[in-house]
């Protein structure tokens, strides 16, 4: 900032010049509000995610060039912006101009689904190519690390960025793969055609920014006052690496991308002897954070803020790095050690003084240095553990000289194994070593069980392994040198090598349309996303990028911190002192009723009188910003005097007898006379952990009041008749004053029907008494917090089996815990239990299921919707089986599965299963499973430390609502005179490309091109009384009320036609227009009569089955618990399939998020039912690092399915199913591995299979290590299993 306190930076070419710039204020709100660049989206808030990705540029002096680099704007202060030119999505191109090629890749490769990830996606890699034009497909992987996308599953993004790519190893038409005609015009999009890359695109860098910058005046900064506030990031003395002959001096304001640049090229320039040290800070730094982190994390700061999950402390205090520290006392220099941290985020420098640099040392030929950390994910994660370990030993023998073992993530500070490095001095590298060595570490590293983030065993655990590998490193260092006896097992050796990170990619088939089918007649083509174009370029609009309404407010939710408890008082006194402060709202303050009512079930929409779990909404401050609606929420006083009793697990209910009604059965056959004739019979369980939805954009609305009590909501629902009738009852108006407005959503996944409206109803009663325009946004924390997601299970199975695997019995009582509240729980649990055969005829078969009353958030609706949680519990008795019977897993599968051409499911449901017999052989075949199983076999008995599995599966699932008056559909088409047509429909677009298949349909009915026909949006006012966008049902709803109203307005318009064939259609709409006939129809769909009678335990539960088979591999690392997926097939009956990359999209998004739920994403609940997990940082979903490097999925050629639209099938739900395969691929793998270590091959996995739950399933000398020091009375565990 200049002296004069004016802070000058450039967006998109436009000069900005702001006075008295707020320190607090971050770029991304910045950009949306202050200058209305809604393009960049805002998804987390705390670097996450990636969706608010842009780029920034600045001069550098020190060497005179131009930088461009990636950032979060959601991080980046604009006071740090002086001299900076930014470039948002916006900049690069617009549909209006001219559309970057990186727009226009990510569109027509079908890479953008709701699109909200998609201009960060763009950004990113437009940044890529800013800094190298032709990248490399793993530089395009690396620039997408910090990029999280909820819906496409990342593999059509990759494709589509291939484009720009050197690489010349894709399946492409340019490549010589014979796909018959461009790869791009076949509509899957993988063509690796050079995209047309225009330089005059490129904003050009504003010459005067090539200034220098100085230093703010006294300023106001996270509240507190600051006499200076000094951004390192740009002193020049602080940013540059001044190699010295002992190593190298790092500037502490140096980028971690500046450092991790510099230390490639060093490693590969200097003697390796001399760069081991670096070498292992570069292993660290490529899976720290993601790109845009490491543009803007310093060293320093990584340094100095002394978090013990940062990585870079332990690498850097084990090479025996030093510090250079400024005050105005003059220079002092610090170890970089233990006692250089006092505590969490403190260390011994004083507060006036400044890391100057950091001095990392060469190396010297007996040195031997690594690093290693453990995360959740393998990218973007922080660590469990990390450790830095540098050995040194006696030239030419193998006697240790010294040893500095470094741990981060133990504790709250740094730890040094202090004893362990001092003892083993001398000792001689062997076996011996290693076993005193473990001793050692068991006394220096004690991990608390309250150790922050918990998992304290496991994190044990990890420090002894990660001595073990590093004693196998050196060891076969010695050996290679020939100074060691020992020598590392050949079966060890895959130990040493992490996992790779790949790029994904994979093969698709599909039917091609028929020859007979006209050119212009898109049903069953391939065709780009309707709106992907405005995603890519960050035109499309969501609810919180619609401007200002004059006046505006916004509303801020007060929620309970308490699980059970009474209210005894609620003060909002200081709160409505605050400035910008305008109303606080309760219970009291709704006009109409305060209830939420879902069938039977009620719920308020404020507590009235008790809470009963945290996050509860009890009242609502309105503000005229969200800032100050922020911080008077927090000054919000309830006083409550607590209730019991207060329980969160479904264990707890279960002996609580907590339960809501109904509990619901379904038998057939006489299982218990069944369990007598069977050979064997096995129990069992498998616990669930639930999943948050996740969606990028977070829930909210606009309320907007009119004149006679009317409400306009501008909402983001997936259910809009719902949220309309709630806002009606809330304010006591009719429904007819109430109109709801859904353009899109970004994502939606079962998580915006219900709470979404009361959101709304209780954002419209705050509109109405202010008579102001209200804007409700959810931060990321608020909504995981408030909204909850998919149901954790509890599935307790008995089976009666025989040695050949056959099912003859199974008795299952599936537990689910649905939280405070009925919501869709019972639904929910009706689907499980409706899905507990998934594709097995189990002769004798009965479900019970429960859902569990507890004081936790109430559970909700979430994409399969009970599906996948039986799918799996039915799958995990059917792996237990397999294992007994020592059979391979798909032999057992093969005798259960429905095989009769005319078969009946377990509620007495007539089908075919052909469709799943044909996926399933056609999965196997194309998977060549056999032979991968035999090489699998083969690579577990050569590897101890790792250890692969496959699993592959079949599915049935059923489509529509199981309440039938579910299935129905709306649509109007009007047509204007120019010949354009509006099509409206009561569907809610949400990614999932309802919109582009519904104007295929109506295309063909026209027989009018797609490019006239348009959607504008949802709306209630326009199609009353919609079902909600969910149960795989949308597009058969919506289709074929779209065909229906299309199909009536060519019957009214046939005369006209008839009469002048010669016409064009324009032509024929005037002409209809002055004969008089209308040109606005309506359609209407009137689905099948689903029920189930649940006396009877029978009845057409669905529409009909979409089928599906899923084969997958993985590694898992029995060291670390960590794994990798290798490789996944699918083959899928979607019918004839309406759009094949939509719905190739819908299968990879749907697995991709199957494979988080029952791997990585986990809940975590503190001991007082708080949610710890509540943004990107604690809970993870799966990022690019986490797709199969192969992933095919193939449609079923030749289906048909006479129930739906043009014999299509829905498929938005199903895929999620298939994320078990990974999950019980991983069982088989550890089984592999516990066959080694001696123990008991069958055991329990609960779902997800995350790192802890491999690494300690797979016991071992270093588990029992771990455990045998748990101490006997358990302290407060940081989490529970709820
Ligand atoms: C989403 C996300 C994921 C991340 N993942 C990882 C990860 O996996 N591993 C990892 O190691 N890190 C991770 N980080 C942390 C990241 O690497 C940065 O270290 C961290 O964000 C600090 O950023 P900064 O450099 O901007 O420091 P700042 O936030 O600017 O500073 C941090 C502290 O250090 C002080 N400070 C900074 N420089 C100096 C100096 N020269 N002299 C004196 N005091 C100074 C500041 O006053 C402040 O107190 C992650 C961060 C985010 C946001
Ligand atoms: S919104 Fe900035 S990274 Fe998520
Ligand atoms: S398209 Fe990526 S989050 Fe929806």
Redesign the pocket.
């Known amino acids: 900032m200049s002296p004069s306190n004016l802070l000058v930076f450039f967006v998109n070419g436009k000069k900005v010049v702001e006075k008295n710039a707020d320190p607090e204020e971050m770029l991304v709100s910045y950009l949306r509000r202050r200058m209305g660049l809604t393009g960049t989206k805002s998804s987390c808030g705390?670097?996450?995610c990636g969706a608010c990705t842009v780029m920034l540029s600045r001069y550098e002096p020190l060497d005179n060039t131009i930088l461009h680099y990636a950032v979060n704007a959601c991080?980046q202060p604009i006071v740090t912006l002086h001299g900076v030119a930014v470039v948002t999505v916006e900049g690069i191109g617009s549909t209006k101009t001219k559309l970057h090629p990186v727009q226009e890749r990510i569109a027509l490769a079908h890479g953008s689904q709701c699109g909200f990830c998609t201009p960060g996606m763009v950004m990113s890699v437009y940044t890529l190519l800013r800094n190298k034009p032709r990248p490399s497909m793993e530089d395009i992987r690396q620039a997408l690390t910090g990029n999280l996308c909820r819906c496409t599953g990342y593999r059509p993004i990759i494709d589509g960025f291939r484009a720009f790519c050197i690489d010349q190893s894709s399946q492409c038409c340019q490549n010589g793969a014979a796909t018959g005609g461009c790869c791009v015009e076949n509509g899957m999009a993988q063509c690796s055609l050079q995209a047309d890359m225009d330089p005059s695109q490129h904003l050009i860098f504003p010459p005067h920014l090539m200034g220098q910058i100085t230093v703010p005046g006294p300023q106001m900064l996270k509240g507190e006052h600051h006499d200076v506030i000094i951004y390192?990031g740009r002193i020049s003395e602080?940013r540059t690496l001044t190699w010295t002959n002992t190593g190298v001096s790092v500037g502490?304001?140096c980028t971690?991308s500046q450092l991790k640049e510099e230390m490639e090229r060093v490693v590969t320039e200097e003697p390796e002897e001399k760069t081991r040290g670096f070498t292992a800070l570069l292993n660290t730094l490529n899976t720290?954070?993601s790109t845009q982190?490491r543009n803007?994390?310093?060293v320093?700061?990584?340094i100095?803020?002394a978090n013990p999950?940062?990585?870079?402390s332990s690498i850097l205090a084990a090479l025996r790095c030093t510090l250079n520290v400024a005050s105005t006392d003059g220079l002092r220099t610090l170890p970089l050690n233990e006692e250089f941290y006092v505590d969490f985020g403190k260390t011994v420098?004083r507060s006036d003084?400044?890391?100057m640099s950091v001095h990392i040392p060469y190396t010297t030929a007996w040195e031997f240095v690594w690093s290693f950390r453990q995360?959740q994910r393998r990218e973007?994660?922080?660590?469990y553990v990390n450790s830095g370990m540098v050995v040194r030993i006696r030239e030419d023998t193998d006697e240790v000289e010294h040893l500095n073992i470094y741990y981060g993530g133990t504790g709250a500070t740094l730890l040094r194994a202090t004893s362990t490095c001092h003892t083993l001095q001398g000792r001689r590298w062997g076996e011996e070593l290693l076993a005193e060595g473990c001793g050692l570490l068991q006394l220096d590293v004690r991990v608390s069980p309250a150790v922050h983030g918990g998992r304290a065993e496991y994190r044990q655990t990890l420090v002894l392994c990660f001595f073990y590998k590093l004693y196998l490193h050196v060891l076969l260092q010695l050996t290679d040198r020939n100074v060691s006896v020992n020598r590392v097992p050949p079966e060890f050796l895959s130990a040493l090598t992490p996992f790779k990170n790949e790029v994904p990619h994979g093969h698709h088939t599909y039917q091609v349309v028929p020859d007979s089918q006209s050119s212009s007649d898109p049903v069953g083509r391939p065709s780009m996303h309707q709106a992907a174009l405005q995603q890519a370029t960050g035109e499309a609009c969501y609810y919180d990028d619609l401007p200002q309404v004059k006046g505006e407010l916004f509303v801020v939710m007060v929620t309970s911190t308490r699980a059970h408890a009474k209210i005894s008082a609620i003060d909002q006194s200081e709160a409505l002192l605050m400035p910008g402060v305008v109303d606080f709202l309760s219970a009291a303050d709704v006009p109409g009723s305060n209830r939420r009512l879902w069938f039977s079930d009620t719920e308020e929409l404020f507590a009235e009188e008790e809470v009963v779990c945290v996050g509860q909404i009890i009242g609502a401050v309105v503000a005229e910003s969200r800032e100050q609606a922020r911080r008077a929420a927090q000054s919000v006083r309830v006083t409550y005097s607590d209730l019991l009793p207060v329980f969160y697990t479904i264990e707890e209910a279960i002996s609580h007898q907590s339960f809501f009604e109904p509990q619901r059965t379904l038998q057939r056959g006489d299982v218990d006379t069944a369990f007598l004739t069977a050979q064997h019979v096995l129990e069992g369980q498998m616990y669930m952990g639930g999943q948050e939805h996740f969606y990028m954009e977070t829930q909210g609305l606009i309320a907007v009041p009119g004149e006679n009590g009317e409400m306009d909501v501008f909402v983001a629902s997936q259910h809009a008749a719902f949220t309309q009738e709630l806002v009606a009852g809330a304010l006591g108006v009719s429904s007819n004053k109430v109109t709801c407005h859904v353009k899109r959503l970004g994502g939606g996944f079962g998580g915006k029907v219900m709470k979404i409206a009361s959101l709304s109803a209780i954002t419209a009663v705050a509109a109405a008494k202010a008579g102001r325009a209200v804007r409700c946004c959810l931060q990321r924390g608020e909504d995981m917090l408030i909204t909850s997601g998919r149901h954790p299970f509890l599935g307790k199975y008995k089976v009666g089996y025989n040695d050949d695997g056959t099912i003859v019995a199974a008795d299952m009582t599936y537990y689910s815990n649905g939280g405070c509240t009925l919501d869709e729980s019972s639904f929910i649990m009706e689907k499980a239990l409706l899905h507990m055969d998934n594709g097995y005829k189990i002769p004798n078969l009965r479900g019970h299921g429960v859902v569990c009353r507890t004081h936790l958030p109430s559970y909700t609706a979430f994409r399969g919707f009970g599906g996948p949680q039986g799918a799996a519990i039915i799958e995990s008795a059917v792996h237990e089986v397999a294992a007994r019977c020592g059979l391979p897993a798909e032999k057992v599968r093969e005798v259960n599965m429905y095989s009769e051409e005319v078969s009946y499911t377990h509620h007495r449901q007539l089908f075919s299963p052909r469709g799943m017999q044909r996926c399933w052989a056609e999965c196997l075949q194309k998977a060549a499973y056999q032979h991968r199983l035999e090489s699998i076999q083969e690579f577990n008995r050569a590897n101890r430390w790792r250890k692969r599995g496959i699993c592959a599966m079949p599915l049935k699932f059923g489509v529509g609502f199981s309440k039938g008056f579910y299935n129905q559909g709306a649509a109007l088409v009007n047509v204007f005179k120019d010949g354009s047509v509006l099509l409206a429909h009561g569907g809610t677009e949400m990614g999932q490309g309802i919109n582009t298949k519904a104007i295929q349909i109506a295309s063909r009915v026209l027989k009018v091109p797609m490019s006239i026909i348009s959607i504008k949006e949802t709306c209630t006012g326009t199609i009353p009384n919609a079902t909600p966008s969910a149960a795989s049902f949308g597009t058969d709803s919506v289709g074929m009320a779209v065909k229906d109203a299309c199909e009536k307005m060519m019957r009214r318009l046939e005369p006209v036609m008839k009469k002048h064939p010669e016409c064009t259609w324009t032509q024929w709409i005037i002409e209809a227009y002055y004969q008089k006939i209308s040109l606005s129809a309506t359609g209407f769909f009137m689905g099948p009569p689903t029920s189930v009678d649940w006396e009877k335990g029978e009845g057409e539960a669905y529409y009909y089955f979409t089928f599906g088979a899923c084969c997958s591999e993985v590694e898992i690392d029995c060291l670390t618990g960590d794994h990798k997926n290798i490789r996944t097939d699918i083959v899928m009956d979607v019918g004839k399939s309406i759009n094949p990359a939509l719905d190739v999209g819908q299968i990879e998004g749907g697995f991709v998020q199957g494979l988080g739920l029952y791997t990585i994403e986990e809940l975590q609940f503190s001991p007082e039912g708080v949610l710890r997990t509540r943004g990107p940082?604690q809970y993870k979903v799966p990022a690019l690092c986490d797709v199969p490097p192969q992933f095919n999925v193939h449609l079923l050629a030749d289906a048909e399915n006479p129930y739906a639209v043009y014999m299509s099938k829905g498929i938005g739900e199903p895929p999620v199913s298939f994320g078990c395969t990974v999950f019980f691929a991983i069982k088989q793998a550890i089984s592999a591995a516990r066959r080694d270590a001696g123990v008991e091959e069958t055991f329990v996995l609960n779902s997800p299979a995350t790192a802890e739950r491999i690494r300690m399933a797979c016991e071992d000398q270093f588990t029992h290590m771990a455990s045998s020091m748990k101490p006997s009375s358990c302290c407060t565990p940081w989490s529970i299993n709820v």
């Open positions: 705390s670097g996450g991080l390192a602080l502490a304001a971690l720290l954070a982190i803007m994390a310093t320093g700061g990584n100095i803020s999950k940062y990585d870079l420098m003084e400044v890391l995360a973007l994660s922080f660590s940082s």
